[in-house]
């Protein structure tokens, strides 16, 4: 399995744009990078998900480079309620379990929104 | 559409003792998962299941048995509760990915758990 790497926490203010990278090095060709945001105690939810270039939807954009080895999750004008855990996972999708295909989810990244 | 529930939300256990957590789906899912996260990380997948009748072990199985009798159900037992068991369990369910499927996983709310 890919391993990420990810900033623990960020800060950022209001109406800001916020950009969070992960890094994984050992992607395989047939992973796919997926972004899930959990609110306190609250489960994970799904953001979006890329295998290459560009992805956008309405609540975030996926930046990948060629190479794959790196991610960025882009939130546009974050808001108070943005404040939350974005996790990174690589792997296959989901729903492909196989032996070995068991999407971990890493400690992520703690983004808080300020006034 | 209630998605997945989790039952009980809390619940609070003496070392040694038993329990069973119910996660239940409408959304006629394949797969279903539990997972637990423990304060300030990740989540940590104890079991999974990819469809009625199968079961499989996850990242962390030890000390955790489960059942996947109807395809809408996937219980989550202890045998004998450890206080290295109290945790946050997140029970997920995703449809079996074809063509552009994202296999998103649909969470429930969670269940704490406190091991005494």
């Known amino acids: 399995l890919a391993k990420t790497t990810q900033p623990i926490s960020m800060d950022s203010y209001e109406g800001q744009e916020v950009n969070i990278t992960c890094s994984h090095n050992n992607i395989a060709t047939n992973d796919y990078i997926t972004w899930y945001q959990q609110f306190p105690s609250q489960g994970p939810r799904f953001i979006i998900q890329g295998y290459k270039t560009k992805v956008t939807n309405e609540v975030a954009s996926l930046f990948i480079p060629a190479d794959r080895k790196s991610s960025t999750l882009s939130l546009p004008r974050v808001s108070l309620s943005d404040t939350a855990v974005y996790y990174c996972?690589?792997?296959?999708?989901?729903?492909?379990?196989?032996?070995?295909?068991?999407?971990?989810f890493g400690g992520g990244t703690r983004v808080l929104v300020k006034p | 559409n209630a998605g997945v529930t989790q039952t009980p939300k809390f619940r609070v256990l003496k070392t040694g003792q038993s329990m069973t957590l119910l996660c239940a789906q409408d959304?006629?899912?394949?797969?279903m998962y539990w997972y637990r996260q423990d304060p300030g990380m990740g989540l940590r997948l104890i079991h999974y299941?990819?469809?009625?009748?199968?079961?499989a072990k996850g990242e962390v199985p030890d000390g955790y048995n489960v059942s996947r009798l109807k395809k809408q159900n996937f219980l989550l037992g202890l045998e004998s509760a450890a206080p290295s068991q109290t945790s946050v369990y997140f029970c997920?369910?995703?449809?079996?990915?074809?063509?552009?499927?994202?296999?998103?996983?649909?969470f429930g709310e969670g269940s704490r758990l406190t091991v005494l």
């Open positions: 997920a369910s995703s449809w079996e990915t074809r063509g552009r499927d994202t296999g998103e996983l649909f």
């Open positions: 959304m006629n899912h394949e797969y």
């Open positions: 996972l690589v792997g296959e999708r989901m729903g492909r379990i196989a032996a070995g295909n068991k999407l971990t």
């Open positions: 299941s990819v469809g009625e009748g199968t079961t």
